[in-house]
């Protein structure tokens, strides 16, 4: 069982999260190019501000508002080196950044993709919603097959040398509007939801942070420690 830091981080910038991400991520680098003894994988959960960020594969287009918009709105909108399109993080949304050596857990890139969707998938399981995925569309939906179909959680990942940065985020009381100035990951035909919308009430953010940290440790075989 390999030992994971879990990092429960408050009011920071996108900016601080991103340049703490980075430094864990190539020291984690370092550590395999010296091929020293493992280090302690990462966990990193945080609630951001208003930011929209593009991944490597964005179309501009996808970003509605316009400055003067994103400017009343404060939000930030960043270009990262994650896969994927636009997306959204702020308040009320848990994001989580696996830090982590996919070779030292014996898998590749996919699996590891397919464990997060799991660890999502059981988190709202706890919650009594049903959420599963969607061949060939990275992330977690509820009502799948159904004409109200919609996401609820969105992954996008980098990869170096099987070290991996960003993660998830899971919308749980956040404000759904933002997504309006957006086409969420580019894709415009279909909505976004919330564990807030979906169970009709504030979802206790700490109890979420405690069910994914629970369900990341059994999936991926941690012994998490704060």
Same mark, same amino acid.
């Given at each position: 069982?390999?030992?994971?830091?879990?990092?429960?981080?408050q009011n920071q910038s996108y900016d601080q999260t991103w340049d703490f991400q980075r430094n864990l991520f190539q020291d984690m680098l370092n550590?395999?190019?010296? =091929?020293?003894?493992?280090?302690?994988?990462?966990?990193?959960?945080?609630? &951001?501000?208003?930011?929209?960020?593009?991944?490597?594969?964005?179309?501009?287009?996808?970003?509605?508002?316009?400055?003067?918009?994103?400017?009343?709105?404060?939000?930030?909108?960043?270009?990262?080196?994650?896969?994927?399109?636009?997306?959204?993080?702020?308040?009320?949304?848990?994001?989580?950044?696996?830090?982590?050596?996919?070779?030292?857990?014996?898998?590749?890139?996919?699996?590891?993709?397919?464990?997060?969707?799991?660890?999502?998938?059981?988190?709202?399981?706890?919650?009594?919603?049903?959420?599963?995925?969607?061949?060939?569309?990275?992330?977690?939906?509820?009502?799948?097959?159904?004409?109200?179909?919609? =996401?609820?959680?969105?992954?996008?990942?980098?990869?170096?040398?099987?070290?991996?940065? &960003?993660?998830?985020?899971?919308?749980?009381?956040?404000?759904?509007?933002?997504?309006?100035?957006?086409?969420?990951?580019?894709?415009?035909d279909k909505g976004v939801t919330s564990m807030e919308m979906e169970l009709g009430g504030k979802i206790d953010m700490?109890?979420?942070?405690? =069910?994914?940290?629970?369900?990341?440790?059994?999936?991926?075989?941690?012994?998490?420690?704060?």
């Amino acid at each position: 069982m390999l030992s994971c830091q879990l990092h429960l981080l408050q009011n920071q910038s996108y900016d601080q999260t991103w340049d703490f991400q980075r430094n864990l991520f190539q020291d984690m680098l370092n550590q395999k190019a010296a =091929k020293e003894n493992t280090l302690p994988l990462h966990l990193i959960m945080i609630e &951001h501000p208003h930011v929209y960020t593009f991944g490597k594969s964005a179309d501009r287009e996808n970003l509605l508002a316009s400055d003067e918009a994103l400017n009343d709105m404060q939000a930030k909108v960043y270009d990262i080196e994650r896969g994927g399109d636009i997306t959204y993080h702020g308040p009320g949304q848990l994001v989580v950044y696996p830090i982590f050596d996919l070779e030292a857990l014996g898998m590749g890139v996919k699996v590891f993709v397919q464990n997060i969707e799991k660890v999502i998938i059981n988190t709202l399981a706890e919650y009594n919603i049903v959420a599963g995925t969607i061949p060939d569309r990275i992330g977690v939906w509820v009502d799948i097959d159904q004409p109200n179909e919609r =996401k609820i959680a969105a992954i996008g990942i980098k990869c170096s040398r099987f070290v991996s940065m &960003h993660g998830l985020a899971l919308n749980v009381n956040t404000d759904l509007s933002m997504f309006n100035h957006i086409v969420p990951c580019g894709i415009a035909d279909k909505g976004v939801t919330s564990m807030e919308m979906e169970l009709g009430g504030k979802i206790d953010m700490f109890e979420v942070k405690e =069910k994914m940290g629970k369900h990341f440790a059994s999936i991926f075989g941690l012994e998490i420690k704060l």
